[in-house]
């Protein structure tokens, strides 16, 4: 089964590198998968969109909800499902 984006066919190949490197990045399967199709579907910036998923990730983890369930959160906040999680006081201190 292959992926398409705007006309142009996206080989099984390219989405399995995308996802090799995520993992590599240190970012969980299931987030991984979804970052992923969201990057081949719709073209977001692989740098960018890796970064802003491990601040959110880090922001919920601080927020107290466990890795599985920060993983998911800041998946939905990545794709637009979920708004983007205000920055705890802790948070914000170890980030800036």
């Known amino acids: 089964m292959s992926i398409r984006k705007a006309g142009d066919e996206v ?6 590198t995308i996802w090799k ?6 970012v969980p399967d299931q987030a991984a998968n979804q970052m992923t199709a969201e990057m081949v579907t719709h073209g977001e910036d692989f740098e960018s969109s890796v970064e802003k998923y491990q601040q959110y990730e880090d ?5 107290g909800f ?3 369930a920060a993983q ?3 998946v939905e906040a990545l ?4 708004e983007e999680p205000r920055e705890s ?8």
Not at 11 to 16: F, I, N, R, V
Not at 89 to 96: G, S, T, V, Y
């Open 72 to 74: 998911a959160m800041a």
């Open 11 to 16: 080989s099984p190949e390219l989405y399995q």
């Open 89 to 96: 006081l802790r948070f914000a201190r170890m980030h800036n």
């Open 21 to 26: 490197h995520l993992r590599s990045d240190g």
């Open 66 to 68: 466990n890795e599985h």
């Open 59 to 63: 922001n919920y983890k601080s927020k």
């Open 79 to 82: 794709e637009g499902r979920e």
